[in-house]
């Protein structure tokens, strides 16, 4: 039997998304997004009301970056989640969190988070806090790679469960996409 949960978002899993900006007096701003994504071949989509700091910052400066939390960085992730940059400004200090200047977008990378996406804003529409922005670069640490490709294992991603508010570890693999239903052909 199926139970009903109403009009509940329950996308599984979410991706931990950690956006960072820089603020006008060009110190770090991150903030951990619930919702966002891939908005087209070379885009992320990001739903961000218009209150946030990193939202103003994404505004005046054009540029943002993406990264994904990790399981070793679960803990200053969710912190940035929990802080706002409107009300605690160094928040990011207090992360313990480390960044460096983008070579090719206005914003900063922060090099904890192993994979990061450097992005120009395409468009942000305050009504629905749809954020789009293209994607200029992607930087991988090489850490993370196995034959010149991300390796989850190491990677080591963490996903958000809407459902019961908690963070979930997503680097094992069940099967081979594009191949595992071949069986049913």
């Given at each position: 039997?199926?139970?009903n949960?109403?009009k509940?978002?329950?996308i599984y899993p979410?991706p931990?998304l950690?956006?960072?900006?820089?603020?006008?007096?060009?110190?770090?701003?991150v903030?951990?997004?619930?919702?966002?994504g891939?908005?087209?071949?070379?885009?992320v989509?990001?739903?961000?009301?218009?209150?946030?700091?990193?939202?103003?910052?994404?505004?005046?400066r054009?540029?943002?970056t993406?990264?994904f939390?990790?399981e070793?960085?679960m803990?200053?992730?969710?912190?940035?989640g929990?802080?706002?940059g409107?009300?605690?400004?160094?928040k990011?200090?207090?992360s313990?969190?480390?960044a460096e200047?983008?070579?090719?977008?206005?914003?900063?990378v922060i090099?904890?988070?192993?994979?990061?996406?450097?992005?120009q804003?395409e468009s942000?529409?305050?009504?629905?806090?749809?954020?789009?922005?293209?994607?200029?670069?992607?930087?991988?640490?090489?850490?993370?790679?196995?034959d010149?490709?991300?390796?989850?294992?190491?990677?080591k991603?963490?996903?958000?469960?809407?459902?019961?508010g908690?963070?979930?570890?997503?680097?094992?693999?069940?099967?081979?996409?594009?191949?595992?239903?071949?069986?049913?052909k």
């Amino acid at each position: 039997m199926r139970q009903n949960f109403g009009k509940r978002p329950l996308i599984y899993p979410q991706p931990v998304l950690m956006v960072a900006t820089y603020n006008d007096d060009g110190s770090v701003n991150v903030m951990n997004a619930a919702w966002g994504g891939v908005g087209d071949d070379n885009q992320v989509f990001l739903c961000l009301s218009p209150e946030h700091m990193t939202v103003k910052n994404i505004l005046k400066r054009k540029a943002f970056t993406v990264s994904f939390a990790t399981e070793e960085t679960m803990v200053p992730a969710d912190y940035v989640g929990m802080v706002s940059g409107n009300n605690c400004k160094d928040k990011f200090e207090r992360s313990g969190l480390h960044a460096e200047r983008s070579e090719f977008v206005d914003a900063p990378v922060i090099t904890d988070f192993p994979v990061c996406m450097e992005c120009q804003l395409e468009s942000y529409e305050d009504v629905h806090c749809h954020c789009f922005g293209n994607i200029v670069n992607t930087t991988v640490d090489e850490s993370v790679l196995t034959d010149g490709r991300i390796d989850p294992a190491k990677l080591k991603a963490i996903a958000f469960d809407i459902g019961n508010g908690q963070y979930l570890k997503v680097s094992e693999v069940c099967g081979k996409a594009f191949s595992a239903g071949a069986v049913l052909k």
